[in-house]
């Protein structure tokens, strides 16, 4: 996620970061380098041409060139630009009261990832309490309906079909009908897309709208095209009216550009993004939060909230105590392996971690690794994951053939976690082993 961009201002940064005294040259050098940067990614020219301009005027004063730390001052400058242009503050969804009903118009051209984005935010909304129907209105791309049924049904929402339908406006009518009937409070409307944006899809959704009348209309629009999801959102802009704007595809999107254009060409603003393809992988768009991992600062709160997320407060403090202790069993380490699966991909979650930005790749990574310690410990015994003293080699034999690995894996497994529990403990007990720690992951900044 934004690791080109990402890489290229960490590297412009940590050559002025630490120079305690920079002159206005320096300065100029640097947001030449940005701007060259800026315009790899694919921003839009005009976006670039006022971002550089305001940050040599903020940066170029005496209150900068002067100060105390000036390479930090201008990171600072540099990071409170992106986000302005990023959009400033989080834009949640303006849905009115569960007595009510607040339909949302999702609007896209085929391809974009609009049908997936539906059920995408019909799960989010469900899991904060409202009560969401999903409305099938998209009758020109083929399956378009039976791909709604199947999220819908694979997340647990409603989905409203009406066999045969040619007229994606009664459909939508019928649709908040049924809502309000059967007390919904959320209603989310699939619209029909296109290849591209032509006057019979724009005089079909304004028909749409009229009937639906939605406290939001949300373009979803595909990160990673760039140039072209900001014309299509400025196009959808003028024509509809959008109140949002929902980034799909935004985990593979190494270059940012859609997202440092949008708020300023169009006025609207980003609303969500899509990090992946499960059904769970929408997140709220927090600009201090991107702008932070665009200057490989990482981004530690989405982190703790992924985190918070799979555990609570009471499970941490009783591993806390297990690590402590040197308690913590390999069926603690399995629970610990799935949590972090469901957190997200491992590339993403070392991209909050500051410093780590772009600097970790998939072969680092060597994902398949944990693929077999979870197939080796799931062919375990009960009694086996909570000591693993026990495990001979005949054990380690039968082990392996139930996990389709070898015995070598199941010996390197089992050494990993000896180690690891080990460091576990030193680190609990060890205050002054924790700060060091902390001090070397404050200097990956």
Known sequence: MLDRISQKFSDLFRSVSGNNRITEQNVRDVVQEIKVALLEADVNVRVVRRFVNRTLEDATGDAVLRSVSPGQMFTKIVHDRLVEFLG??????????????????????????????????????????????????????????????????????????????RDPVAVAKAGLKRAKKELYDTVIVDTSGRMQVDAALMKELQAVKKVVQPVESVLVADSMTGQSAVDIAKEFNEQIGLSGIILSKFDSDARGGAALSLKTITGTPIKFIGVGE??????????????????????????????????????????????????????????????????????????????????????????????????????????????????????RKRIARGSGTTVYQVNRMLKKFDKMRTMMKKVTKNKKYQAQLMQQLGGMQ
């Open 88 to 165: 400033d503050e989080r834009q949640d969804l303006q849905l009115k009261g569960p007595d009510t009903v607040s339909p949302i118009l999702l609007l896209g051209l085929q391809g974009s990832g609009k049908t997936t984005t539906a059920a995408k935010l019909a799960a989010r909304l469900s899991r904060e309490g409202r009560k969401v129907l999903l409305v099938a209105a998209d009758l020109v791309r083929p399956a378009a309906v039976d791909q709604l049924q199947v999220l819908g049904e694979r997340i647990g929402v409603a989905v409203h079909v009406v066999d045969g339908a």
């Open 278 to 395: 499960k059904t769970e992988d929408l997140e709220p768009f927090y600009p201090d939060r991107i702008a932070g991992r665009i200057l490989g600062m990482g981004d530690v709160v989405s982190l703790v909230e992924k985190a918070q997320e799979t555990i609570d407060e009471q499970e941490a403090l009783e591993l806390q105590q297990k690590m402590a202790k040197a308690n913590f069993s390999l069926a603690d380490y399995l629970d610990q392996i799935q949590r972090v699966k469901k957190m997200g991909s491992m590339e993403s979650l070392l991209g909050m971690i500051p410093g780590m930005q772009g600097r970790v790749s998939e072969e680092d990574l060597n994902t398949d690794e944990l693929k077999y310690e979870e197939a080796i410990l799931q062919s375990m015994t009960r009694v086996e994951l909570e000591n693993y003293r026990i495990i001979g080699i005949n054990r």
